[in-house]
Each structure stands twice: as structure tokens, then as C-alpha cells.
């Protein structure tokens, strides 16, 4: 089993009309063994930018907390929040910085740039980008998420569809994987508001 394996998990982000969702799993386990039923993979940046990261969730917590402080520090020296495109690019050289020893992470960024245009963006554990208009997935079940997206997203999604689809991959997804499930929580970030729900999923 690979280290970026060992404690699983599934993120997806979706992209609709002027707002985008981002959603993980809620296990934590030790291989095969689960330990926990409550670990989001989400974090909060500011109100418009979630980063996901999946993988070694030791690296996960550092890589939050360093992200944080990255961020407090750009804020106070700008005095504005961070663009999620400049987000992606800090990941990148965050991540790159340590390419001789790698985070063992697969981030997954999601937000909304100043004009309301959503931002996808997914990294290798050595920060290589690759953004997308439609959605990214990461975690130990990229082939059965990537495969039940490209079935149900579509174009020009409002909230409310956005947030029914994106659920149902992740949930479809994940329980097609036995290393990630135990629920969900889903993220929907609109202009004015974030919404934030937790779902029930298979219990096994």
C-alpha cells in the first residue's frame, strides 16, 4: 500500500454557475482499520477559497496550518484576501520547495475569483498544476469519482443542482473504495454565502 494510501480518503470539487462545490469523505483509518468517523479533509482558507487535501493526513494538518499562516501573513501585507489562482500558485511552490521529500498530499483547490468565475485546481505531491472548468477529484478512488462526474456534471449548474450532484458522485464514489466513506461533507461556495452540509453514507 502506497503512503499517500494509508489513511484514505475521496475529494471532489465542481464547478457550476457562478458558485463551486468541494466535498470529502469523513474516515480516517490506519489501512484498513478505521479510527475515526469525523475527519474533514476541508479547510477554510477565507469565504470564497476551500482547499482539499488528501493523502498522509499527518502532512494534511501540517500543510493546513502552514497554508493559514501563509495566508494571514499575505493578508496582512496586502490587505485583501488571496485570489484562489494565486492560492494555486503558492500550493505549487509550497509543495515544490519540498520535492526532495515530499509532502505525501494531493491538494485540491476551489474558490471564486473576484468576477464570481469559478477556480478548479488539483497538484501531485510536488506541486505540477493542472486546472480544470469542470470538476477534480483526489484520494485512494480517483478512477470511480472521475468516472461518476464525467456522468452527472454539466454545465451552468445552479447551487442547489450543483450540490445534489456533487453529492451524489462522492457518495457514488466512495463507497466503490474501502478505504474512504463514512459520510461526507459537501461545501458550496456562492458570491454571499458558503453553504456547508454533512451527508450520510454507508456505515462499512
Known amino acids: 500500500m502506497s503512503i499517500s494510501e494509508y489513511n484514505g480518503s ?5 464547478a457550476g454557475k457562478n458558485c463551486v462545490a468541494i466535498g470529502s469523505d469523513l474516515r ?12 474533514k479533509k476541508i479547510y477554510k482558507i477565507h469565504d470564497r477559497l476551500f482547499l482539499g487535501l488528501s493523502g498522509l493526513a499527518t502532512d494534511a494538518e501540517t500543510l ?3 497554508f493559514t499562516f501563509k495566508h494571514n501573513l499575505y493578508k496582512l501585507r496586502e490587505e485583501r484576501d488571496i485570489k484562489p489562482s494565486s492560492f494555486g500558485q503558492l ?3 509550497t509543495l515544490y520547495e519540498k520535492r526532495f521529500g515530499p ?9 471564486l475569483e473576484a468576477d464570481g468565475t469559478p477556480y478548479l485546481c488539483g497538484m501531485d505531491s510536488i506541486g505540477a498544476m493542472e486546472t480544470a472548468k469542470d470538476f477534480m477529484v483526489a ?15 454539466k454545465p451552468g449548474l445552479e447551487p442547489e443542482d450543483l450540490f445534489e450532484i456533487a ?38
Open 28 to 39: 480516517l483509518g490506519v489501512q484498513l482499520q478505521t479510527n475515526a468517523t469525523d475527519h
Open 103 to 111: 509532502y505525501f498530499v494531493q491538494p485540491v483547490i476551489a474558490g
Open 167 to 204: 453529492s451524489q458522485a462522492l457518495l457514488a464514489g466512495q463507497d466503490r473504495d474501502c478505504l474512504s466513506g463514512w459520510g461526507a461533507v459537501m461545501y458550496i461556495i456562492t458570491p454571499d454565502k458558503v453553504i456547508a452540509r454533512e451527508l450520510k453514507g454507508r456505515m462499512d
Open 10 to 14: 475521496a475529494i471532489v470539487a465542481m
Open 91 to 93: 500550493v505549487s511552490t
Open 64 to 66: 493546513s496550518q502552514r
Open 139 to 153: 484520494g485512494t478512488a480517483p478512477e470511480s469519482l472521475m468516472g461518476i462526474c464525467e456522468s452527472l456534471w
